[in-house]
Nanobody, 127 residues
Framework: QVQLVESGGGSVQAGGSLRLSCAAS????????MGWFRQAPGKEREGIAF????????NYADSVKGRFTIARDNDKNTVYLQMNSLEPEDTAVYYC????????????????????WGQGTQVTVSS
């Protein structure tokens, strides 16, 4: 049984930083894509960062590019999201997701292409 468990969310003031972790069990990260998504109240789930293997492919949404960094440790089966220069607009529930199979061209960005999801962790940024 695959489980993804996020941690590291919380409340921070604008300009601050947080680091999210996603620990996978029952799943071998290997060369499959993993991603971070977020969903704010009343909005659709948005893919913000994606990674394949140990960084052979990394991609970010424009909204977080230059501020967020995704990384993975395959030995620990863990993916991280370092979030710097946080803004109130970053307030959302953040989810880790993983694909069951290899994605041939980069990484899929649609949440519909991801098979496994964590429970989510709240990030709140105050102005």
């Amino acid at each position: 049984q695959v489980q993804l468990v996020e941690s590291g969310g919380g409340s921070v003031q604008a300009g601050g930083s947080l680091r999210l972790s996603c620990a996978a069990s029952g799943y071998t990260v290997g060369d499959k894509c993993m991603g971070w998504f977020r969903q704010a109240p009343g909005k659709e789930r948005e893919g913000i960062a994606f990674i394949k293997r140990n960084g052979d492919y990394i991609n970010y949404a424009d909204s977080v590019k230059g501020r967020f960094t995704i990384a993975r440790d395959n030995d620990k089966n863990t993916v991280y999201l370092q979030m710097n220069s946080l803004e109130p607009e970053d307030t959302a529930v953040y989810y880790c997701a993983a694909r069951a199979t290899y994605w041939f061209s980069g990484c899929a960005r649609s949440p519909n292409e991801y098979n496994y999801w964590g429970q989510g962790t709240q990030v709140t940024v105050s102005s």
